[in-house]
């Protein structure tokens, strides 16, 4: 096999469909799924009417992916169902709804990379997105695909909704002090800077390369990010009694292609909060995770990136007159791996009862 | 003249020294200084034990720089006194107390681009950089050199505190919602990223080219930065009432050259503030000012750099169920021109009382 | 006058409307001009259908150009001959053909950036371009704007082409060698690569950031890209008795905004041929030109980012056995001034019979 | 085991020691050889006085590299032998000779990333590296590790050579071109360009992040790189009869971090050449390299950085009426793997006969 490595492959392989492959998470996963040990692609599905080789959209996977897959197909669920045991859905938002269903009946698992399943409640999906949820029936058997903090409903999982960038970051690092009370959950102010897969493949004016390169700007409608809902979700299943939680979230751009770094800013419930019991909360809540490092530094966005990790770091400033220390996490991590296509692998792994790092690390 | 422009130098002409041009300040100077109209640099002093020749250390400057005043020359207060009425100081910190008082003493005006004379209270400085203020004497009479909130102070002046990037970019930023008294004094929260020229031009590991390409990550002591100080100096200035004003300050290094881009997160003092109230105190403070962009969208660093503008604009973000709204504001700069040598040549202007742009747009 | 600098205009200032001003090249006109001390822009003439406002297209143009004119206006020939005294069209190619002719009957001088009036031959430009050439009245008037090597023609003329980014770095680096008679005309080879800026501002998939960030490579039809004709041309001027001259010209796409690098290798006439020849070729030529400075060192285009200047270097590699030595020479511009907008401006100033460098030093 | 990945090790696993591993070179091998499926880094030796843990020197690594190896220990070949089969020396060229003796008589295999054993010829060797060789003993062991080109000589060598990142993409490109004996070997332009890991990893002024960012140019003796003769030799080697070539070679260095990109320039023997012809013979001799792609466009540094591929496309230009087609072929690595560490571990898994893209694909 000119194309394949050297590693036989197991006797348990698991088969990956991938949907709507010629997008930036599309990439990613083909990668990841084409080195995996334990599991193989399977199926490109694209939605386009004239259907491309993957090794056109992105020549970087020639001599990587199998040829014998690499034409794309039609988004057809009984094929898919032959060919794979999961489908990755990698569609823009909405377009989910098209396929979720018929996937699922067609008796495969399906872990969706857009933010149609992440929102719980429907009226706040549609008060996000701007229009209704496409799919109510399935949405309650959605599981939200971030392991370390709600791992034991992924083994088994029919329908895995997988976090978006942002939130993945902001959640790892702000769980451990919900869940230790230490901050107060009324004041969280999360600043991010991300790269520009993050805003997808489609090229636009400002994100030309002369128009972006060397610069640097927050964007959206200031406080309205999408994510934010998501993250208000997600803090507020760790920390209920202080629910809904409604941080203020405040995108930047980066003049790079990947990467996310936010710094988040929170205020002690108690003024006497050491740092010792910061670092507590980080090491209870992740001391044996693997896909967490702990930094004594603040995090680089440049040591996360083609990895899976998120790297964490947590400082405490003391109060200088004004009568309250404030504490500031850092998290970085690759927004197309841990905030994307490695967390859906991840997933998989962890669906399919497997090491949950395999092909990860 | 081959290096020379085709502008015939006005009858008046402010004669200007450059005290440690091999920095990026240096340059930045001699580039403004040589397409002046009305000034022109005419004394290269090097504190280095073999004098270079300017176009050495930048090849840039070949061809823009008098080929008669290239090769750099020792510092000699009254050699210098003799070729310039201005002397800008480009040194490190520190290092301005060896040359200030003879400088001044030879009949100069100088404006020194250091740390040394920007903290009023000798203590501050000593705590703030770790040895004791080197000329007392002096420091009085310094004039901190932010043209757009103490311009009262820089006719005439004999010494300017030429203010840091940072510094330049939040105090711009906080002053008119200070002055209007719209926000809360106790709770500044300045989020920054600066590009990497704010290190200065010493190479070192970190900042070598492949370990800082694609990088970003916070830096220095969390919550301890060197500039936070001088920030809650000149916002104390502004409110005094509010004094001694301790913003939280963390500063991070983005993967570019030049441009910093701070977001500013604050507290309105009254829940029902709204945003025209934000808006009309920037622009009661601003509306003439020639170097100050007021912005309906959020600054990008791309628009700044290589100019001396300070782009400004705010935000209302309502409150979402929390019991307080809060304020965002962003400022962008160069932080080699209106953070450094732009701001340094505006000040000249309005020592010797020109029209403060000249040269500067 | 808020936007304005603090020069005053001198009593002769010359008029300049821009037709096209919304590409990269109206972007370094406007700024060129704005601080230009002998001339200023009064007219922005757009062929869109909605007429933009410059300071939307360009956020960094605020506060630089004269909001009397950031509106943009129609192509009017008759109101644009009001207005100014010259026209720089910085409209695609073919588009040039639509409105120099009306323009030139309005009395105006016409600079035009596009490649429209660049080649002589009407048949020849038919076969570069793919279309007909549509002004063959005025072709003949058109005079080729490369000041250093085709200066006699300029004052006064009615009608510029000014030449594009990658013919000025080979024309000029090459020229001395063919008039000295250094090298074989037939065996030149330019090894070219440009910033992005030189693509145009027209966003495109292969040029969005994430897909163009820390990439480089060839692009075009290897061995036919369209600027190989014009500089034969310009070589075939230089050296008659070797017309026509066909430069082999591979062009690369740098991972940066602007600057062109040309690495040019060339086989001398004579095995004997000595540096001190090369060196002299170039120093004959060029030891008086304020625009171009001969290196020493291989040039960088970071040294000429942002100026007017082309630097030059050349370099005779021994022969290592197989008979012959080898001419290397490197030229490196500002593909967006000298290569384009900087170079209209000393074109103006020279047909304005005004010293060249004017507001470009 | 919170370090490793979901793989289990097969029964035969080759335990590496990297010697010098606090340099790029090292970096990658780590990384590779950790998710090599039959393979494990277990020794790491540093000839710093004080020894690092390579998490210190690449917080990348944390996660990855199994902590009980992650401190550095000292050269000491009998404890590397015990530790390991194979020593890989990412030593400063001529450190090698201290080592690869003692290591050789230790019973390990050794593969050498340094130039120390490139060259067989140890006159050369002294002319070009400027001191004489430190190891003629074993020199005439040495296997040049290109395995496209010299597979035969791998299974079971002693001390392999590790080529040059420079010699590998021209070498790939140009031997099958020479094999069919398509191009004129003494008329050989080879224009590269470089991303700047391939400079080391020590800070030095011109490679300062502000210095480098968004700047592009040739470096080095021009006509005088070290690599010229190893490409010489590799083409020699190919082409006895044209012994010996020297092809002319001039580097250059791009604003990013990985990657190589060759634009070579050559001359048909026969005026009549085809493009067909060209193709035949790039297809003869790599339709089944597993790590060549052969490309129907020009390669983009982009598509290999991050892989072990070597990227080539080939063009016939036309005689323009010169007398004269040229070929212009183009070859793209990722300098720091198959320019590399992805080659050495290539070479590894020849040595030790297994499939050569075990860990690398």
């Not at 909060?273 to 044996?288: F, G, K, N, P, T």
């Not at 309250?324 to 994307?340: Q, S, Y």
Request: charged share 20%; with cysteine.
């Amino acid at each position: 096999m000119i194309w394949g490595g050297g590693v036989t492959l197991a006797p348990m392989s698991i088969r990956a469909a991938i949907v709507g492959p010629t997008g930036y998470t599309g990439l990613h996963l083909i990668e990841l799924l084409s080195r995996h040990p334990l599991a193989e692609p399977t199926y490109l599905a694209s939605h386009r009417d004239e259907l491309p080789d993957i090794r056109d959209e992105f020549p970087k996977l020639s001599g990587v992916v199998d040829p014998a897959i690499a034409p794309c197909r039609a988004i057809d669920p009984e094929a898919v169902a032959d060919a794979a045991d999961v489908a990755f859905l990698c569609l823009p938002h909405r377009a989910s709804f098209d396929y979720v269903p018929a996937l699922l009946d067609a008796g495969l698992r399906v872990i969706d990379l857009s933010a149609d399943y992440r929102l719980r409640d429907p009226a706040l999906y549609q008060a996000t997105y701007g229009h209704p949820h496409g799919d109510t029936q399935n949405l309650p058997d959605a599981v939200y695909g971030l392991p370390e903090l709600f791992r034991t409903q992924l083994p088994g999982a029919i329908l895995v909704a997988n976090p978006g960038c942002y939130p993945t970051a902001a959640a790892l690092a702000i769980a451990p002090l919900l869940a230790a009370r230490l901050i107060d959950p009324t004041d969280i102010i999360i600043n991010a800077a991300s790269g520009v897969t993050g805003a997808g493949r489609k090229a636009t004016q400002h994100l030309h390369f002369p128009e972006h390169s060397n610069a640097f700007m927050a964007y959206g409608q200031i406080g309205g990010h999408r994510h934010a809902p998501e993250i208000g979700q997600t803090l507020s299943r760790i920390d209920a009694a202080a629910s809904p939680i409604h941080p203020l979230f405040i995108p930047h751009l980066l003049p790079v292609e990947r990467g996310i770094l936010e710094t988040i800013y929170m205020t002690p419930i108690d003024a006497d909060l050491s740092l010792d019991e910061l670092w507590e909360s980080y090491e209870d809540m992740y001391a044996h995770e693997p896909m967490i490092r702990l930094r004594k530094q603040p995090p680089n966005i440049k040591h996360v990136v083609g990895t899976n990790f998120c790297d964490l770091s947590i400082y405490l400033v003391p109060d200088q007159g004004t009568g309250h220390p404030k504490v500031v996490a850092f998290a970085a991590i690759d927004n197309t791996l841990k905030g994307a296509s490695g967390q859906a692998v991840q997933c998989m792994n962890a669906v399919f009862e497997i090491d949950e790092t395999t092909g990860l690390i």
